[in-house]
């Protein structure tokens, strides 16, 4: 008799949605209170613990879905998954935010970021600042590939240790 076994990449594809709308929904709590620039450990510390939670808890449905067991694979397929559609839906939001909400957020940033330079190094010039800022212009669309990246890398250390913690093998007999 064949058991009816869930789906890692339902599973992947629900949580990855749901974080990616609550993901959105922060970055537009963010932006409605004008803290969109800061990037401060606190934004950043929370964004994790939304991703870890997100992450945990999509392993912890599959697994009772699946009879209370769980293999590390499918952890880290789950883990990998739903970080990966919820990156999606947020390089979609960055996307909308920096070109249709708020057109001038790039130059803002490059702003941001050559005020920091110089207030760290002030042994750089002007025209020094000025130039890296423009190769960092030039390279502007790595950000989403990277951001992907690193979103699927958080994925797979996420999975991972939900996946240690949650496994249970089925018994062989």
Partial sequence: ??????KTGKFALNFGVLLGVVSVVFGLMLFSMDMHYDQG???RGISLALTLAAILFGISQFKKA???FLTISQALKLGTGIALIAGIIGLIYFFLLSNVIEPGYMDKM???GKETAMADNPELTEE???QGIEMQKSFAWLTYPIVLIFNIIIGLVF????GLI???Q???Y
Avoid: H, S, V
Wanted: proline share 7%.
């Fill in 159 to 162: 999975g991972l240790i939900g």
């Fill in 110 to 112: 490059y702003e941001i």
């Fill in 1 to 6: 008799m064949e058991e009816n076994q869930p």
């Fill in 170 to 172: 089925k018994p062989a």
């Fill in 128 to 130: 020094q600042i000025d």
């Fill in 66 to 68: 699946n009879d209370g």
């Fill in 41 to 43: 450990w606190a934004i």
């Fill in 166 to 168: 949650m496994k249970k």
